[in-house]
């Protein structure tokens, strides 16, 4: 799959809660994340665009297909970046809403911590 694709199934994997947003200078994707189709609270901010998923992704690959084997190692990234996502949503502090992506994982940052 290339960036554009990885991008595209990550917003369809937020189960329709996502939609992407740009500002003047950075890309995001915004979702309210949701426990058995409820609410959470506040949208969250996860920053990344289709080029540092697909890098991001790419670099977690042979952890992916661990986690998930049988499925393709790129779709096995995905679902353990989904894993990182939700670990960060549901450790977060009040006021994190911001994810960034790095090496490692997920974090959850407020504002004034980007």
């Not at 297909?65 to 450790?91: C, K, Y």
Request: net charge negative; glycine share 8%.
């Amino acid at each position: 799959m290339n960036d554009e694709e990885l991008y595209a199934e990550l917003l369809r994997r937020l189960q329709g809660r996502a939609h992407a947003a740009d500002t003047s200078s950075v890309s995001m994707i915004e979702f309210s994340p949701a426990v058995d189709g409820v609410s959470t609270g506040s949208p969250v901010r996860l920053h990344v665009t289709p080029v540092s998923l697909g890098d991001h992704l790419r670099a977690m690959a042979s952890d992916g297909d661990r986690a998930f084997p049988g499925e393709a190692p790129l779709i096995g990234a995905l679902q353990l970046f989904l894993v990182h996502i939700d670990e960060a949503v549901n450790t977060r502090q009040p006021g994190q809403n911001d994810l960034v992506v790095k090496p490692g994982g997920v974090w959850a940052l407020s504002p004034d911590e980007l």
